[in-house]
């Protein structure tokens, strides 16, 4: 109040006539720094420029492969047979997750198309069977080795038992030859049989002819020899009808879902050969013959060269 007394009798003093009004301004003048309490000024940060994650990225997997390979490399020196179970254990797992996009890719295409499971080919009906016996004995493990301590016992049996425990992805270049011929001679026994069942079929063939050829075919394969595709192909019309088409194979006539060559022990040549022999047979057989088709792989590798062993 004394402050506004001193003002007016200066004011009246110069006798100039002022309104009153109030002593600070809050309007902007130029050149002057508006109020803090203003509206809020544009910053005046500059950002700094895009750091290239892709580089950084790839700069740090090439760091890690480098630090891998030296790594690898120490423990082949070093550690020898340990480094022999570390890199199928790794290479193991990459093909797993190989396996999984895979199946993951096969069930998308089903569902895209609405497809059930006969519907597929031959090689992903394969493939989505043995990704799904591998991730049942994965959880297995997995599930046994919950408890405390239970894992350094899982790991035990896996190193007794590991054809039973572990997937054929996790074995080693030894083991894999060794099991494989085991699941190949489990095959194999089945042969026999095989061919027991077309010998009771011959004498309800109606073409003499046709009895006649299917005998020696079946003598042949049973004394040791190999076949040649001609032998089968004059046999072909008799697995278009009954008794042995699909449609009136017995059960005990289907004992083998697995039926192959044992390409473990044979050359790239042996091989070629084989699959010669095999796209001749097939591509002259039409869909009412493929039952010789089914049994062509039992009668071309029970005897093939070099498997009998």
């Known amino acids: 109040m004394a402050l506004s007394r001193v003002y007016w009798r200066r004011v009246s003093l110069r006798g100039a006539a002022v309104t009153p009004g109030p002593l600070f301004s809050l309007r902007p003048q130029p050149g002057r720094r508006s109020p803090a309490w203003g509206p809020p000024r544009p910053s005046r940060l500059h950002l700094s420029p ?28 070093r550690f020898p047979r340990f480094y022999v179970l570390y890199s199928a254990f790794m290479k193991g797992f990459q093909m797993l997750l190989a396996d999984a996009k895979k199946a993951r890719r096969i069930k998308a295409f089903m569902s895209q198309k609405k497809l059930m499971f006969h519907q597929l080919s031959y090689r992903d009906m ?9 991730v049942t004995k994965c959880l297995f493990l997995g599930i046994i080795s919950i408890p405390p301590f239970a894992n350094y016992l899982v790991f035990l049996l896996m190193y007794l038992y590991p054809r039973q425990l572990l997937i054929q992805h ?11 011929d085991i699941y190949h ?13 077309l010998e009771k079929a011959i004498p309800l063939i109606s073409n003499a002819a046709l009895q006649q050829h299917f005998t020696y075919l079946c003598t042949k394969v049973q ?23 699909i449609a009136h194979l017995s059960v005990p006539h289907m004992a083998c879902y697995l039926r192959g060559l044992d390409s473990t022990h044979l050359g790239e040549d042996w ?3 084989w699959l010669e022999e095999w796209l001749q047979l097939s591509c002259s057989l ?19 060269s070099g498997t009998r062993h």
């Open 50 to 77: 895009k750091v290239d994650v892709k580089s950084i990225v790839s700069s740090f997997v090439a760091k890690t492969k480098v630090v891998r390979e030296k790594y690898n490399l120490f423990l082949e020196r």
């Open 185 to 197: 001679a489990r095959r194999k026994q089945s042969h026999p049989e095989i061919l027991n069942c």
């Open 271 to 273: 091989c070629r050969i």
């Open 286 to 304: 039409k869909n009412a013959e493929m039952s010789l088709l089914l049994h062509a792989v039992v009668l071309l590798s029970t005897n093939y």
């Open 223 to 245: 004394s040791g020899a190999h076949p040649s595709i001609n032998d089968m192909l004059l046999l072909k019309k008799c697995f278009s009808t009954y008794p042995l088409d």
């Open 170 to 180: 996790f074995w080693t270049s030894k083991q894999q030859m060794e099991f494989l």
């Open 126 to 134: 394969e493939h989505l069977r043995q990704f799904r016996r591998d």
